[in-house]
């Protein structure tokens, strides 16, 4: 489901911002010739720049805008000062003015991606183009464009920046132990009530014509794509992968990307240009084109075909997770070992059907920040309980049966290190990641140039941007 990210929102009109200037006019008459006017263009400041990172402006409109757009939201914005506004976007600009020194390239393609997919989302949320250039206050589609194109090429540079400083920063063990013991007893942190969930997935079969008619069809496109057609275009079309059909397809990947095995396989096997022909993934039938190696990342563009499933198979799959749920509820067999010699779904078959939290790689779900789908399911289940059959649709996948059980709950407590060990070591590395990125932007502060207007040194900034 789609729904309004005001923080998105808020990124946009912010960055909008700091790139726009408003330029007046003002007709000046001639004191010593009164018969003689003359029309003089005279810049008068509307909206000065108040900082300069390298070679990015920050303006004084961009900090009343934030003001505005998160009042706007409902944040109180009474604690925030002036100066932490100025702050956090002296950061930002920092991050993109290095990544530009540090030759971070954003190709121009990717970015023309993005902007596609944020004015569609745009004009989806707010109702048609006009609307969202009377929201963001531009006079024509364009000038929108223009300035979102640079606003998402900025804001890119600045993401990218701000992973090359923390990816090779890693957690050992020993520095964990030292970090929980460094926490005072009474400072340590409380985590929330959480739960670990198991499940068993029922997938209806697939007839061998299905299969063939999908494979078929894709070598198909493969074949019009290479004769001159639009790879792009007909993944928009023909792809069953809703969360890349609007890009055309398009992921940008690496090795520690969390796809799937044969994916990443076949998609790093292929040089650029090259498209691959069908093969499978538990998800159904792939094509990838690459469109750019980067080092270790690959651009590619890929279509799912998911073989069509007939009501009759889908019928067959509810009946076999019904009587597996059955034959759990008497007692001739464990949750765990149904799932392990039954279960469709290979991720977590060899684990007993336990579910992995796909925020925190450990089986915990915090209840308030589980998915709220997730939470519905097992919300109200009772110790030992196993839900009814669910009919889980997925996008990607498609349609499955599935049954749900709680195999442990986990009450609000104190930090424990052996119990916590995960969540502490995230928060070791946390730690260590910020005290990179403060050394990074310490150092890089005193080589960049940067200019703090007059009216904003004496704020007390945690950096030394004024030098």
């Given at each position: 489901?789609?729904?309004?990210?005001?923080?998105f929102i808020?990124?946009?009109?912010?960055?909008?911002?700091?790139?726009?200037?408003?330029?007046?006019?003002?007709?000046?008459?001639d004191?010593?010739?009164?018969?003689?006017?003359?029309?003089?263009?005279?810049?008068?400041?509307?909206?000065g720049?108040?900082?300069?990172?390298?070679?990015y402006?920050?303006?004084?409109?961009?900090?009343?805008?934030?003001?505005?757009?998160?009042?706007?939201?409902?944040?109180?914005?009474?604690?925030i000062?002036?100066?932490?506004?100025?702050?956090?976007?002296?950061d930002?600009?920092?991050?993109?003015?290095q990544?530009?020194?540090?030759?971070?390239?954003?190709?121009?393609?990717?970015v023309?991606?993005?902007?596609?997919?944020?004015?569609?989302?745009?004009?989806?949320?707010?109702?048609?183009?006009?609307?969202?250039?009377?929201?963001?206050?531009?006079?024509?589609?364009?000038e929108?464009?223009a300035?979102?194109?640079d606003?998402?090429?900025?804001?890119?540079?600045?993401?990218?920046?701000?992973?090359?400083?923390?990816?090779?920063?890693?957690?050992?063990?020993?520095?964990t132990?030292?970090?929980f013991k460094s926490?005072?007893t009474?400072?340590?942190?409380?985590?929330?009530?959480e739960?670990?969930?198991?499940?068993?997935?029922?997938?209806?079969?697939?007839?061998?014509?299905?299969?063939?008619?999908?494979?078929?069809?894709?070598?198909?496109?493969?074949?019009?794509?290479?004769?001159?057609?639009?790879?792009?275009?007909?993944?928009?079309?023909?792809?069953?992968?809703?969360?890349?059909?609007?890009?055309?397809?398009?992921?940008?990947i690496?090795?520690?990307?969390?796809?799937?095995?044969?994916?990443?396989?076949?998609?790093?096997?292929?040089?650029?240009?090259?498209?691959?022909?069908?093969?499978?993934?538990?998800?159904?039938?792939?094509?990838?084109?690459?469109?750019?190696?980067?080092?270790?990342?690959?651009?590619?563009?890929?279509?799912?075909?998911?073989?069509?499933?007939?009501?009759?198979?889908?019928?067959?799959?509810?009946e076999?997770?019904?009587?597996?749920?059955?034959?759990?509820?008497?007692?001739?067999?464990?949750?765990?070992?149904?799932?392990?010699?039954?279960?469709?779904?290979?991720?977590?078959?060899?684990?007993g059907?336990?579910?992995?939290?796909?925020?925190?790689?450990?089986?915990?779900?915090?209840?308030?920040?589980?998915?709220?789908?997730?939470?519905?399911?097992?919300s109200?289940?009772?110790?030992?309980?196993?839900?009814?059959?669910?009919?889980?649709?997925?996008?990607?996948?498609?349609?499955?049966?599935?049954?749900?059980?709680?195999?442990?709950?986990?009450n609000?407590?104190?930090?424990?290190?052996?119990?916590?060990?995960?969540?502490?070591?995230?928060?070791?590395?946390?730690?260590?990641?910020?005290?990179?990125?403060?050394?990074?932007?310490?150092?890089?502060?005193?080589?960049?140039?940067?200019?703090?207007?007059?009216?904003?040194?004496?704020?007390?900034?945690?950096?030394?941007?004024?030098?």
């Amino acid at each position: 489901m789609k729904f309004i990210n005001s923080r998105f929102i808020l990124t946009i009109v912010v960055a909008i911002c700091s790139i726009c200037s408003i330029n007046s006019q003002e007709i000046i008459k001639d004191s010593v010739k009164p018969k003689a006017k003359s029309v003089l263009p005279k810049k008068i400041k509307i909206d000065g720049i108040i900082a300069t990172v390298g070679d990015y402006n920050i303006l004084d409109s961009d900090i009343d805008k934030t003001y505005l757009e998160l009042s706007s939201q409902g944040y109180s914005v009474k604690d925030i000062t002036r100066c932490q506004m100025l702050s956090n976007l002296l950061d930002d600009k920092l991050y993109a003015h290095q990544a530009v020194q540090d030759s971070i390239t954003i190709g121009d393609g990717e970015v023309k991606e993005k902007m596609g997919e944020q004015i569609a989302y745009m004009v989806e949320q707010l109702g048609s183009m006009d609307k969202v250039l009377q929201y963001f206050k531009k006079d024509n589609e364009d000038e929108f464009r223009a300035e979102l194109f640079d606003i998402i090429k900025t804001n890119k540079l600045t993401a990218e920046m701000k992973r090359k400083i923390v990816d090779g920063v890693e957690i050992t063990p020993e520095e964990t132990r030292t970090f929980f013991k460094s926490i005072p007893t009474k400072d340590l942190p409380v985590f929330g009530a959480e739960m670990e969930v198991a499940q068993i997935v029922v997938a209806p079969k697939v007839t061998e014509e299905e299969k063939q008619k999908v494979i078929k069809r894709l070598k198909e496109i493969k074949a019009e794509v290479l004769a001159g057609a639009s790879f792009k275009t007909r993944a928009v079309i023909y792809t069953d992968d809703r969360a890349s059909a609007p890009s055309g397809g398009f992921y940008k990947i690496n090795r520690k990307t969390q796809f799937v095995k044969e994916f990443k396989d076949v998609a790093f096997s292929l040089a650029e240009g090259e498209i691959s022909e069908p093969f499978e993934t538990e998800y159904g039938y792939h094509i990838i084109m690459v469109e750019k190696i980067k080092g270790q990342e690959v651009e590619l563009r890929h279509i799912l075909m998911i073989p069509k499933v007939s009501a009759e198979a889908l019928k067959e799959a509810k009946e076999k997770i019904t009587l597996i749920k059955k034959r759990i509820e008497d007692g001739e067999i464990t949750f765990a070992d149904a799932a392990r010699t039954m279960s469709d779904e290979k991720e977590t078959r060899a684990n007993g059907g336990v579910l992995i939290n796909p925020q925190t790689q450990d089986t915990h779900f915090e209840l308030t920040k589980m998915d709220p789908t997730l939470y519905s399911e097992v919300s109200n289940l009772k110790d030992g309980a196993i839900t009814q059959p669910i009919l889980d649709d997925d996008p990607r996948a498609g349609k499955k049966y599935k049954i749900i059980t709680v195999t442990n709950r986990i009450n609000e407590h104190t930090a424990d290190y052996a119990g916590d060990y995960t969540k502490i070591k995230d928060l070791a590395l946390k730690e260590k990641q910020i005290k990179a990125i403060a050394k990074w932007t310490k150092e890089k502060i005193q080589e960049t140039y940067i200019k703090i207007n007059a009216d904003y040194k004496d704020c007390s900034f945690a950096n030394n941007w004024v030098k």
